[in-house]
């Protein structure tokens, strides 16, 4: 475990200073690993700790008690300066079940403490995952710091007072663990107990009941001669900018970018969806925003979704349509069909594991080429993507910002890891966020050859080639829509081949045309002759893992691009200046790919399709290779 050096006594008991911790919650998907997580990291944020933090769901809706398809994990690094990742390996592990124990063992090192619950460590639960012998008992443990307790026991015996059932204590069992952590780490504890009131307010015996466990988790790590340590983490004071902070997961913040967006465009906002993992969680929080003039429609599949907002866009509203790569195959010809009416609408992809119904829970980035070519014809769309759960909402008003601006619906390309991840957010003021407003037609824009005044719906704007937007009532601003192709101008069905030659570059020019950033380059030494190049949620294992090449003194450029359609302007001239580029996707080389068709650059992929996040040392390793090839 990292330690800062210094040692002071506490009641009796030795505190140690630390400058990080990693630590992960696993056990059965029924016990209440997330909830747990979700609340030491409450805690350790309102400590003001910089943190990162890394949701591992089963893939199954309900796996099988006790086995190993059904572990859930929930693996939080916090520390008191920057961090990126949520680590690479857990400096304490806190098993709840055998499986727990087996399914996460090889990812922790050496000498690190590991909690485990020995009350389910009886035959048949080891059985079901392969251990002829406790694993607590014959000696394969040896290399860690063991600390075995009676969880499930100790919460039943702190809940007697109750009347529960067992099996109504034993669901405590978690909070128990918190408190014991919390003990561990100095954790505040007044969140927890008024969360746990407020989501059992219903069940007031079963809210106290919850806190009790807690309380005695607490003082079981206080009085109990195998914790003879507990360790102290300081906030952060030096990671963060002057402001006001909360903690907040990829997608909370893309909905809260999402009803920003439409306040800054003085747009009603509507969502039309379908549930589907990992976006759901989208779907939800705006259901509960009526009140910023928020309208969410839950529909009866992917294809009524969109078919619903690119409805509300023709209609005015500032449309949105959430799902995953499998929902984004249903779409792709209503995307097909927004390209053609040329009107604004978000499309958010919150990534997962594929092909098919793939890896519902598990992260993957590997919808880049489905967003970029996805649709039948020549049909191109813009794509940004957000590279840390907390840039989820300036990503949400940047794609915001195209889309209105340019009449053209625009791809978000989320994923797993940012949706459920969660880290420090400085909330903006109002005065920061950028004026979405746009104008409606309202009348003429065209004179005819005989001075008659009309509207053309084509007529574009010669910066943006943009068309108008006119809302349907507008007197006089009556024309066709479809997904046929129009005539330039006028918006009348045309099959002519001239115009639909015209018709398709005119709409790829207006892609192309796009103003987004140049990207940025990270060259300290600006000599650097290799580039790692990302996108994405890839930023923080490869930022974390260039830190780590730095330090033990190579020199390498690191840049990170949010806008994938268009590219950046000056990309082709960064990309030329290196002699090596080095890209690291979750996926098999899909930004790759199209950096080579575009550039003519001999990209180097590294790639892992593993439905977790890259490690910052595994990146390291490859990054120091590159270098010395």
């Keep these: ?204 015996q ?29 906030p952060a004071t030096t990671a963060f900018p002057t402001g006001t902070y909360r903690n907040i997961s990829g997608n909370l913040a893309l909905s809260y970018g999402l009803i920003a967006a439409s306040r800054q465009a003085d747009l009603p906002l509507f969502l039309g969806s379908y549930p589907i993992t990992p976006a759901s969680d989208i779907l939800h929080e705006l259901s509960k925003h009526k009140n910023f003039g928020v309208r969410s429609f839950q529909a009866e599949d992917e294809i009524a979704g969109i078919g619903a907002a690119l409805g509300a866009a023709f209609g005015g509203s500032l449309a949105v349509t959430t799902t995953s790569g499998p929902g984004v195959a249903l779409k792709s010809e209503t995307i097909g069909l927004a390209v053609s009416l040329e009107l604004p609408l978000l499309v958010i992809d919150i990534q997962r594991g594929g092909p098919s119904t793939g890896l519902p829970t598990k992260t993957e980035q590997a919808d880049l080429l489905q967003a970029m070519y996805g649709r039948n014809g020549e049909a191109p769309v813009p794509i940004v993507a957000p590279r840390t759960p907390a840039d989820c909402f300036d990503a949400a008003l940047d794609a915001a910002r195209i889309a209105l601006t340019y009449r053209t619906p625009v791809f978000l390309l989320s994923d797993g890891y940012l949706a459920n991840g969660s880290e420090p957010w400085r909330v903006p003021e109002v005065d920061e966020l950028p004026d979405l407003r746009v104008r409606f037609a309202t009348g003429p824009n065209h004179v005819l050859a005989d001075g008659t005044e009309v509207f053309w719906p084509y007529k574009r704007d010669p910066e943006t080639l943009a068309r108008p937007w006119a809302v349907p009532g507008t007197p006089g601003l009556e024309h066709r829509i479809g997904g046929i192709e129009k005539q330039d101008g006028t918006g009348n069905i045309s099959y002519d081949p001239a115009n639909h030659d015209h018709m398709v570059r005119v709409r790829q020019a207006k892609v192309d045309g796009i103003a987004v950033p140049d990207v940025e380059v990270d060259d300290p030494t600006g000599d650097a002759r290799t580039l790692v190049l990302g996108w994405g949620s890839t930023y923080g294992p490869i930022t974390a893992a260039v830190r780590r090449v730095r330090a033990a003194g190579d020199r390498i450029a690191q840049a990170h691009l949010r806008h994938l359609n268009p590219f950046p302007a000056n990309l082709g001239t960064v990309l030329e200046g290196y002699e090596k580029v080095v890209v690291p996707e979750m996926n098999l080389g899909q930004l790759a790919t199209l950096l080579r068709a575009r550039y003519l650059v001999d990209t180097r992929s590294f790639t892992q399709v593993r439905g977790l996040p890259f490690k910052a040392e595994q990146l390291a390793t490859a990054l120091k290779e590159a270098i010395d090839d």
């Design 1 to 204: 475990m990292p330690a800062g050096g210094q040692r002071a006594a506490d009641g009796g008991k030795e505190v140690r200073r630390l400058d990080r911790v990693i630590i992960r919650f696993a056990g059965d998907s029924g016990d209440g690993m997330q909830l747990t997580g979700d609340r030491f990291t409450s805690e350790t944020a309102s400590f003001g700790n910089d943190l990162s933090t890394l949701p591992n769901f089963p893939a199954e809706i309900r796996a099988p008690a006790g086995t190993l398809p059904g572990v859930s994990s929930f693996q939080l690094h916090f520390a008191d300066h920057d961090i990126l990742t949520p680590g690479d390996a857990p400096n304490v592990l806190v098993a709840m079940n055998p499986a727990a124990l087996k399914a996460n063992l090889p990812d922790v090192p050496r000498g690190a403490e590991i909690i485990v619950n020995t009350d389910e460590f009886t035959k048949r639960p080891m059985a079901k995952v392969g251990y002829d012998q406790s694993p607590l008992e014959d000696g394969s443990l040896d290399g860690y710091q063991v600390h075995p307790v009676p969880l499930t026991t100790l919460t039943i015996e702190a809940l007697k007072e109750f009347g529960l059932s067992r099996k109504e204590a034993e669901r405590s069992k978690n909070m128990f663990a918190l408190g014991l952590l919390s003990w561990m780490y100095h954790r505040p504890t007044e969140s927890t107990e008024k969360f746990l009131r407020q989501k059992f307010a219903k069940k007031p």
């Design 206 to 234: 079963i809210a106290e009941a919850n806190v009790a466990a807690f309380r005695a988790g607490w003082n079981f790590g206080e009085t109990t001669e195998d914790f003879a340590v507990s360790y102290e983490v300081a």
